[in-house]
């Protein structure tokens, strides 16, 4: 029964940060990957960035150098920074855990970016 929970989300001005964490109940050295995706209305669910159990990371282009995964394993929670927001990274934004077997899933946390 692994439950994931964003949170972190809020409004910011543009070129401003926010933080997400997600907290999983589980291990996160227990899935092969996990990622951040988000969703803006009416536009399709994209990878934004991921993080194999061995620590490799990877980044959609449109956040490189902007956005970074880490984790904590003592705490069970993977997070996302990003800095120098831009109105387009308005979405809702989800944490995704993967094994071999299935994916599970957080609700999701919104964040607005505004100029």
């Known amino acids: 029964q692994v439950q994931l929970v964003e949170s972190g989300g809020g409004s910011v001005q543009v070129g401003g940060s926010l933080r997400l964490s997600c907290v999983v109940s589980?291990?996160?050295?227990?899935?092969?990957?996990i990622r951040w995706y988000r969703q803006a209305p009416g536009k399709q669910r994209d990878l934004v960035a991921s993080m194999s159990r061995g620590g490799t990371t990877n980044y959609a282009l449109s956040v490189k150098g902007r956005f970074t995964i880490t984790r904590d394993g003592a705490k069970n929670t993977v997070y996302l920074q990003m800095n120098s927001l831009k109105p387009e990274d308005t979405a809702v934004y989800s944490c995704?855990?993967?094994?071999?077997?299935?994916?599970?899933w957080g609700q999701g946390t919104q964040v607005i970016v505004s100029s």
């Open positions: 995704n855990a993967a094994d071999l077997r299935r994916d599970y």
């Open positions: 589980a291990s996160v050295s227990s899935f092969n990957v």
